[in-house]
């Protein structure tokens, strides 16, 4: 059964960090993505790894957000640096399994207080 779950939100003031985790199982995970969700807006893409390490950000976390992994442990992480307001959302961990279809996590809030 493949599982995502994710943890290490929480409530941070404008410029603070916070780093989420994403524990992964039930299969073999090729590319890891975070997505997050505003409220009343549309679920966004905003970073990606490969198994092999390479990285992908949004244009909205570039500089500002790193995704890394742990192969070994079948976790990917999310260090999210220089927060801002705008930043509150619930940010999911999500993979695209072959002929399987994408996987997402329950999410986890991040709030970010001005």
């Known amino acids: 059964q493949v599982q995502l779950v994710e943890s290490g939100g929480g409530l941070v003031q404008a410029g603070g960090s916070l780093r989420l985790s994403c524990a992964a199982s039930g299969s073999t995970f090729s590319t890891m993505d975070w997505y997050r969700q505003a409220p009343a807006k549309q679920r966004e893409w905003i970073a990606s790894i490969t198994s092999g390490g390479s990285t992908n950000y949004g244009d909205s976390v570039k500089g500002r957000f790193t995704i890394s992994r742990d192969n070994a442990e079948n976790t990917v992480y999310l260090q999210m640096n220089s927060l801002k307001p705008e930043d509150t959302a619930v940010y999911y961990c999500?993979?695209?399994?072959?002929?399987?279809?994408?996987?997402w996590g329950q999410g986890t809030q991040v709030t970010v207080s001005s």
């Open positions: 999500s993979s695209h399994l072959p002929r399987r279809g994408r996987y």
